[in-house]
């Protein structure tokens, strides 16, 4: 307690150097998940995932439009920090790998974060806290930092859902999350990778407000590979016929089913179905019965209440705000754990 106090520079070498590089806020939040496992509060059958934004570290006025500057070469290893770190991360599928799409803005001083607008205001600067709770206490199972857009935090779910069940020998029953993780790909990774009911809800594009006939007044014929119209007239994506009936059997494809003119043009549903063209036609996804399964987990009994459940997740954003204060990141830049610290054990759990 009598000696010298440390150098100021002392403390920003630890801070940037050996405590950024540690793995021990990893540790100690696993071993805490542990805990709460091992007293019962995380059941292990229902997961919910979703992110929040936090505001960077970083202002408007020091950032410029990276197609507006000349290019220029730059040695990472001469250039400063943030920089570093930025190439560090190019590789990451949180990160700079997340999405090709260009940044309009990007930040001088912490280039890892996302010029985003996505609260409906103002853009800024911004990262994402990805969480995956159990739904039962609303206990955190993992989080995850991420740049601000849909395919970064997508990716993380995946990376967080591995964790956990690599970490704890937990993989739940359902997930329940909102419409931004119902891409295709999503929905067959969750469903037919991993085995995991998805309480997702489905953007259909199908859906007219014309008052014509939308995509979901069309039954879908999986045996026959065709769909029935409202006015019970089958439509087929090809109407050749082959000598070697293998040539024409279903694979996974997007595919666009046509009527024949003849059904369309004498019937009495045509002002309702197609009026500004010949035929009818409807377009099925690549994997449309994935998206079907999700509409059907989606409009069981169950749905209302994995939602309710999913909403526990707003309350841990608000904690994490409102009562501790971060409303606003203090450092900048991610770091990536290079320690490698002993996982906790898993404990023995009610879920699978």
């Not at 150098?7 to 793995?23: A, I, L, V």
């Not at 509060?41 to 507006?68: H, M, R, T, W, Y």
């Not at 912490?110 to 609260?119: L, V």
């Not at 993380?156 to 970490?167: A, D, F, H, I, S």
Request: glycine fraction near 4%; hydrophobic fraction near 35%.
């Amino acid at each position: 307690m009598k000696d010298r106090i440390h150098d100021h520079s002392s403390f920003y070498k630890n801070r940037h150097g050996r405590f950024r590089e540690s793995d021990l806020l990893r540790h100690v939040f696993e071993t805490t998940v542990a805990r709460c496992m091992k007293e019962g509060l995380v059941g292990g059958q229902g997961f919910a995932v979703d992110a929040s934004l936090i505001s960077a570290d970083v202002q408007k006025q020091n950032s410029s439009n990276p197609e507006d500057r000349a290019a220029r070469e730059i040695d990472p290893a001469e250039a400063p920090r943030a920089v570093r770190e930025y190439f560090d991360t190019l590789d990451d599928e949180a990160f700079g790998a997340a999405t090709t799409a260009k940044p309009k803005f990007t930040a001088h001083a912490d280039p890892t974060s996302q010029w985003t607008a996505a609260r409906k205001g103002p853009a800024f600067f911004a990262y994402s806290d990805n969480y995956l709770i159990d739904t039962d206490h609303g206990i955190i199972m993992d989080v995850v930092a991420s740049r601000s857009n849909m395919t970064a935090e997508v990716g993380v779910m995946r990376k967080m859902l591995n964790r956990t069940e690599k970490r704890f020998c937990v993989k739940p029953d359902w997930i329940a999350a909102d419409t931004a993780y119902e891409s295709s790909d999503t929905l067959v990774w969750v469903t037919l990778k991993r085995q995991i009911l998805p309480f997702i809800p489905v953007f259909d594009k199908g859906e007219r407000t014309d008052g014509t006939f939308s995509r979901s007044d069309f039954t879908w014929d999986d045996e026959n590979d065709r769909y029935i119209c409202p006015g019970e007239k089958e439509m087929r994506h090809t109407w050749r016929t082959y000598s070697d009936p293998k040539r024409n059997a279903p694979i996974w494809k997007s595919r666009n089913y046509r009527a024949l003119k003849s059904d369309c043009t004498g019937c009495e549903m045509k002002a309702k179905c197609c009026p500004n063209a010949e035929t009818r036609s409807v377009h099925r996804d690549k994997y449309e019965i994935i998206r079907d399964f999700a509409r059907q987990c989606t409009a069981s009994e169950f749905n209302p209440k994995a939602q309710a459940r999913r909403k526990k997740a707003e309350m841990l954003f608000a904690h994490i705000k409102r009562v501790l204060g971060l409303g606003r990141l203090r450092l900048r830049g991610h770091a990536e754990s290079k320690m490698n610290l002993p996982s906790p054990p898993p404990p023995k759990t009610s879920g699978n």
